[in-house]
């Protein structure tokens, strides 16, 4: 039987994908993922309307889409558009993986 290690950069890679799709195992959450892929730039409130769920839970799956890197966002204070949302380069990642995954299916 072979011995299987992974190293340094590599496990992180492993360690950063399944944190990625282990956090997209909600409804809002991909929902969210989707919407600010097709939209970069998404404000809070507009991400809000579209998931159709409280604000509280919206900040709170977003906070969870952040910390695992998959998106970032910018404050802004204009009238009551508070944040706008972008994916990260992992994000992207992801998404590309995703989308090719739906369209092999």
Do not use: C
């Amino acid at each position: 039987m072979q011995k299987s290690e992974l190293k340094g950069v590599e496990l992180q890679e492993v360690y950063e994908t399944l944190r990625a799709y282990s956090v997209l195992d909600n409804k809002v959450r991909l929902n969210a993922f989707f919407l600010i892929s097709d939209n970069p730039g998404t404000k809070f409130n507009d991400i809000t309307k579209s998931v159709k769920v409280r604000k509280s839970l919206v900040a709170y799956h977003l906070g969870l889409l952040k910390a695992a890197g998959l998106v970032t966002f910018k404050y802004e204070r204009k009238g009551k558009a508070t944040s706008s949302y972008w994916l990260t380069d992992l994000g992207k990642m992801t998404m590309e993986e995703l989308r090719s995954k739906l369209r092999k299916a």
